[in-house]
């Protein structure tokens, strides 16, 4: 297919209770598709009033993607990039603050000729125009809609959806509602009246679904699908059944065997005869299987309680642990309790074989990531830091044995050595970009793919075998390098800039096992069927470290 008008929209609503996995559900089905031949595109439309997460606490929205455009999104965007290797961009994450700034902007300027403004058509008209923009060749758009149907702020994008679904007709529309069967032990039997109702929920907003994505623990009696399939006002072969999995990889597969792509493909009345090549799946969860090993990998952070915060990075340690073929097991620490010097570091490290730190925001926590780096620093522990982990080891390095006392960041406060400083102008391909202690916090940090030229014989070199790579930012301080000298005579590098040379990406201590610390977030990179080389090789100096043990 080559023309925007040719694209087939599959609508992926959510019913019951939140957090049911519809951002996986949409991965999954979108790789199977891929799987078959065809072009696709994920978005996801997000119900709540903040223009984008990037001004939102992890706690509160897990972790904010960045796109290689520049564009702060929901995580589930990660999801669609892992899975179908699909670049998102700004395009596909639309927000109800995106969709009202926009209608409010045109408001103000005369462009709605005085008509009095309504969420019909005017809000459910800039969502449609945002689902149908920024469409080439692709067969198929998926499109997520974010909470739970029933929500007041998803009314809007449910009425738009609606409404697209009668102006482009059956042939060109799908409606997948993904929902919950509970299973209550005391009655020894799931419960279908929860997807009653949320379906019925669904048809009084003029929504009738073309397929059930039904979330379970247990398998589904044929008896149960029938009875769905005759209050939802569908046949039984379209209540499909989402067991849960130990390993998201393994759901592709298993939506395939339920046959999820054949009931997309019966309502489109495309060809089924060709089945999906899931060889690449078939292989990562065999790899998953027969595991060679465990390493266990330390990631410091303050945003533990809430691991949502941390998705991309969890994934793309998994996906160093498929490169190495062996089993990967996280222990998360709380940086808060490792602040004091004093504390029973060792005990807490003892059986780690790599340490992350990655990136954060603020002072709290700062000392203990800084003292997590100092132990693996003098133990010879492969350590990784990321972003916010790379200034932290800056500023190790710094006070321990360059012996700056007072060296610190300018993001803590006023301090007299600031080797960590607000970045205040940056160059990108479309010029100079300023910023201000007292800019915007939204949307105003280096955000999205930058390039960064690699030190010749480097040992990062020689884990990218590029001289030039592009990674994704997402951060406001910058190292300031005017001791550059000093740390390289002392062994530390910065081994990775800016292609203008101001900039320091990456460094390294080459005396070191394994010693890396990086700007940018390469977690955003990684796919479970091209793990990030970065990730493959700590994964690598982790399993040798384990077996020094």
Not at 78 to 95: L, M, P, Q, W
Not at 177 to 189: N, Q, R
Not at 507 to 531: D, R
Request: net charge neutral; hydrophobic share 35%; proline share 4%.
């Amino acid at each position: 297919m080559n023309s925007t008008s040719a694209a087939k929209f599959i609508f992926i609503t959510g019913g019951v209770v939140s957090s049911l996995g519809k951002g996986l559900a949409s991965a999954s089905l979108g790789t199977i598709l891929q799987a078959r031949g065809y072009k696709v595109k994920l978005r996801k439309l997000d119900p709540y009033l903040n223009v984008d997460p990037g001004t939102m606490s992890p706690y509160q929205h897990g972790e904010c993607y960045v796109t290689d455009d520049g564009a702060e999104t929901d995580l589930d965007l990660g999801h669609y990039e892992r899975f179908t290797g699909v670049n998102a961009k700004k395009s596909d994450n639309i927000t109800t603050g995106k969709i009202y700034s926009n209608v409010i902007a045109k408001e103000r300027r005369g462009d709605y000729l005085g008509a009095t403004i309504q969420v019909i058509p005017h809000v459910t008209d800039a969502i449609k125009e945002y689902i149908l923009s920024d469409i080439s060749d692709e067969d198929f758009i998926l499109c997520e809609i974010g909470g739970t149907v029933g929500d007041i702020e998803s009314l809007p994008f449910i009425e738009a959806i609606r409404q697209l679904g009668n102006e482009l007709g059956l042939s060109k529309t799908c409606f997948l509602h993904v929902t919950l069967l509970p299973f209550i032990k005391t009655a020894g039997e799931l419960k279908t009246k929860p997807t009653q109702h949320s379906v019925k929920e669904l048809q009084g907003m003029g929504i009738q679904p073309d397929i059930l994505l039904c979330r379970t623990e247990n398998i589904i009696p044929e008896e149960q699908k029938s009875k769905i399939a005759l209050f939802c006002n569908l046949k039984s072969e379209t209540v499909i059944e989402a067991l849960d999995s130990s390993s998201i990889y393994d759901v592709p597969i298993a939506y395939h065997n339920q046959g999820l792509d054949n009931q997309v493909c019966k309502h489109f009345e495309l060809d089924l005869s060709k089945k999906p090549d899931l060889s690449r799946w078939i292989k990562i969860n065999k790899i998953q299987n027969s595991s060679e090993g465990n390493v266990n990998i330390g990631i410091v952070g303050k945003y533990t309680s809430m691991i949502d915060a941390y998705k991309s990075l969890i994934e793309a340690v998994n996906h160093g642990g498929l490169a190495n073929k062996v089993k990967i097991t996280i222990k998360w620490i709380d940086s808060e309790l490792i602040e004091d010097k004093n504390s029973n570091i060792k005990n807490i490290f003892k059986d780690i074989n790599g340490i992350i730190v990655p990136g954060g925001f603020g002072k709290r926590g700062s000392e203990g990531k800084i003292n997590s780096i100092n132990f693996a620093r003098l133990n010879n522990i492969p350590f990784f830091g990321i972003c916010f982990g790379m200034q932290m080891a800056v500023l190790e390095f710094a006070r321990n044995v360059l012996k700056l006392d007072n060296a610190s960041s300018s993001e803590f406060g006023k301090t007299d050595l600031s080797l960590i400083g607000l970045l205040t102008e940056w160059q990108t391909k479309t010029g100079l970009e300023t910023r201000t202690e007292n800019s915007n916090l939204g949307g105003t940090m280096r955000l999205g793919a930058y390039e960064c030229k690699l030190v010749e014989n480097s040992f990062v070199k020689s884990i990218y075998k590029k001289n030039t790579i592009s990674e994704r930012h997402r951060h406001r301080y910058e190292v300031n390098n005017k001791f550059y000298l000093d740390f390289k005579k002392n062994g530390l590098i910065f081994s990775g800039m800016s292609p203008d040379n101001l900039l320091p990406e990456i460094l390294e201590i080459s005396s070191h096992p394994w010693f890396i610390g990086v700007q940018f977030h390469p977690e955003l990179k990684s796919k479970p069927f091209n793990p990030h080389p970065l990730f493959a090789s700590f994964i690598k100096a982790s399993l040798n470290q384990s077996r020094l043990l």
